[in-house]
């Protein structure tokens, strides 16, 4: 599991967002992308990220009778101070770590000069998992039933 964050990054695209945006516009283009979370950016600052938790968080704690679609997602989302980003060259198994002890499913990838590269989720994860399992079984296969290259 020495495989690197980087090669999430090569199929992903980012999606963000500003923080003045309302909840109803982050839920829009969540539904749109099939996405579970967005980076909220400004001039082209990281400043935050917003995810599904947030959002019911939010929402846990509202009234029936408040218009929630006119909320900011700059008072819902997880700030720049408390973000956790990972390094394109961490391990997948550091990821897993990280998204497991501190009880997240997204993290962006941030290269040496803080840019934003990617953003992997849970999802990234499994499927990087099954395919690692998918080429071990294949390669123990081929070793049992005699075809693995000697």
Known sequence: ???????????????????EATIKQVVDVMNENHIGCLVVKENDDIVGIVSERDILKKLGNTNV???IHH??????????DDLIVADPDSTLEMLMHVMRD???RHIPIVDKN?????????RDVVRLLLEDSKEKVDQLNNYITGKYPA
């Open 114 to 122: 803080g840019e934003l590269t990617c953003i992997t989720s849970i």
């Open 102 to 104: 501190n009880n997240i």
């Open 1 to 19: 599991m020495d495989r690197k964050l980087s090669a999430i990054c090569n199929f992903k695209k980012v999606k963000t967002i500003n923080p």
């Open 71 to 80: 909320i900011l997602v700059k008072e819902v989302m997880t700030n720049k």
């Open 65 to 67: 009778n408040d218009n």
